[in-house]
T-cell receptor, first 111, second 116 residues
């Protein structure tokens, strides 16, 4: 499968700052989702954005989608130590429920 | 809601033995479940798609005779790693597609397998 790329691979910021992660993918998509994974644990679903949407908010999360550039960004505002985790984007295609995951961004929030 | 469990959470076994991992959707029905494998500090790689009442669909490069999948009911899928070898050591994660809310996969907590 064509795995997406995430940028940066790792990010360390001070608590309270905003964190931005980017995801690029290669083929046309139906939906793009962002997941969080704490070390050695399963994935927690954060937000889903459809291909006909450009921006979506959920609490401190803001996701944008640019289908012309095949890219998405995840912004976490006012970061907290508990936000320390790996973040993955995942895409699915029309008529196909399988997810293709990006390479992930390891986010570290420094208290 | 939408909770998925996996059992066991951690298993250590000897080379050559078989290990069974269970994936259950606790509060919803899942006609489709997925099995992923994740190596340290890497992303998730889909191994197979498990559909209730039918044979699993395996991704390219995944040996179906080595990784046996059974989706016996709308809430249970099992992955059996047969004749395990040290290179099978990994983190195995399942996900379940809600029967009605089909856009989102809900993930289990994962099973860490160590083959000695």
């Amino acid at each position: 499968s064509q795995q997406g790329e995430e940028d940066p691979q790792a990010l360390s910021i001070q608590e309270g700052e905003n964190a931005t992660m980017n995801c690029s993918y290669k083929t046309s998509i139906n939906n793009l989702q962002w997941y969080r994974q704490n070390s050695g644990r399963g994935l927690v679903h954060l937000i889903l954005i459809r291909s006909n949407e450009r921006e979506k908010h959920s609490g401190r999360l803001r996701v944008t989608l640019d289908t012309s550039k095949k890219s998405s960004s995840l912004l976490i505002t006012a970061s907290r130590a508990a936000d320390t985790a790996s973040y993955f984007c995942a895409t699915d295609a029309f008529g196909n429920e399988k997810l293709t995951f990006g390479t992930g961004t390891r986010l570290t929030i420094i208290p | 809601g939408a909770v998925v469990s996996q059992h066991p959470s951690r298993v250590i076994c000897k080379s050559g033995t078989s290990v069974k991992i269970e994936c259950r959707s606790l509060d919803f029905q899942a006609t489709t479940m997925f099995w992923y494998r994740q190596f340290p500090k890497q992303s998730l790689m889909l191994m197979a798609t498990s559909n209730e009442g039918s044979k699993a669909t395996y991704e390219q490069g995944v040996e179906k005779d080595k990784f046996l999948i059974n989706h016996a009911s709308l809430t249970l899928s099992t992955l059996t790693v047969t004749s395990a070898h040290p290179e099978d050591s990994s983190f195995y994660i399942c996900s379940a597609l809600h029967r009605r809310l089909k856009e989102t996969q809900y993930f289990g907590p994962g099973t860490r397998l160590l083959v000695l």
